[in-house]
């Protein structure tokens, strides 16, 4: 899979994507919540492999105010869905609480990739609501990308069949 992860026999590498666009009155500001999400991820269970650096970018959508995004990559035993389900709980320990899609949000955390290949399944992906792995627009979301790039360049999409590499430069290039 081309990540740099410490994955056991029993684990599989994943890459999780850390976005946040709103300061948090214990971590501060936007940056500082991404750094404070990767040390809560590694505590629970999620250690992270390699870190990109934090970029600052646009926000999609009505969000406004600018993101600042990375992602890190990891190991897990778990399924996508038992994933999700952590992320979820570590963006609730931050305060998020749901609302607006695409709206502003103190901590955003999104599977992109499972080294397990495709969930639920390469006939199903497209088609199936819910968590999905890898994640269905990563692909054309420079704020993933660009900061994959540089933790794991060569990771081949199972679906689409690029890498990230190829990716990022079809998105840039338009």
């Known amino acids: 899979m081309g990540l740099a992860t410490a994955a056991t026999s029993a684990e599989t590498a994943i890459v999780i994507a850390l976005g946040s666009n709103r300061p948090h009155g214990r971590h501060g500001r936007p940056a500082e919540v991404v750094r404070a999400a ?11 492999g390699a870190v990109s650096p934090i970029l600052n970018t646009r926000a999609v959508g009505p969000g406004g105010r600018d993101y600042a995004n990375a992602v890190m990559t990891s190991s897990s035993a778990l399924t996508p869905p038992q994933i999700v389900a952590v992320l979820k709980a570590v963006e609730r320990s931050f305060g998020r609480r749901r609302g607006q899609r695409w709206g502003a949000r103190v901590l955003d955390l999104d599977l992109i990739a499972w080294g397990g290949g495709v969930w639920p399944g390469r006939l199903l992906w497209r088609q199936s609501r819910g968590v999905a792995a890898p994640h269905r627009s990563m692909h054309l979301r420079a704020f993933v990308l660009a900061p994959m790039l540089t933790v794991a360049p060569e990771w081949r999409h199972p679906v689409i069949g690029l890498t990230v590499r190829q990716m990022h430069a079809r998105l840039r290039n338009g």
């Not at 990767?38 to 992270?48: D, E, I, S, Y």
């Open 38 to 48: 990767v040390k809560a991820l590694g505590a629970a269970g999620f250690p992270a």
